[in-house]
């Protein structure tokens, strides 16, 4: 139950303030009676799916896409297709360049293809792993051609 509440109360506060890092979020939280740590909040972070988007005040605040797990929202795939320079394979790596300040923002959807794909009654295993920069994503899989395949799928979502 607590945990419930604190993730509402995260979501509510990144939606009121630009919050750019995770010690500003333990301290909004701590500030609303929540006692957390810097762990908590790190796996909460997780938890919610957030991800960091260009802020007014701030350089980067945190951001949550509200929609049901499993579910690549329009506006995800508009953020995507807004964002992407391009998507090319290098050996068993997917390479997806970004405008500066989005790589995470790819991340998440490369993380959400993952639950359209099982959705869709796919089986989806081709991705071991992902690391996000500023600009860039990097997506590991098993094979090139595994690869390939992930960089097809990315395309369409990127063309709508």
Do not use: W
Not at 18 to 45: G, M, N, P, W, Y
Not at 93 to 108: D, E, R, S, Y
């Amino acid at each position: 139950m607590l945990r419930n509440a604190r993730h509402n109360k995260i979501l509510e506060l990144i939606e009121e303030k630009e919050i750019e890092t995770q010690e500003e979020l333990c301290k909004e939280l701590s500030d609303a009676h929540f006692a957390v740590t810097q762990a908590t909040v790190s796996r909460d972070v997780r938890e919610l799916r957030l991800f960091k988007v260009a802020g007014v005040k701030k350089r980067y605040r945190y951001a949550a896409i509200g929609q049901s797990e499993g579910e690549l929202s329009d506006k995800m795939r508009a953020l995507f297709q807004a964002c992407l320079e391009s998507i090319r394979t290098v050996g068993n790596i997917v390479v997806v360049k970004t405008l500066n300040g989005n790589g995470a923002n790819a991340g998440v959807v490369i993380d959400r293809l993952a639950y359209e794909e099982v959705v869709d009654k796919l089986e989806y295993h081709e991705v071991v792993g992902s690391i996000a920069g500023d600009d860039t994503v990097f997506s590991i899989c098993n094979t090139p051609e595994e690869a390939e395949l992930i960089k097809e799928r990315l395309t369409r979502i990127a063309k709508g």
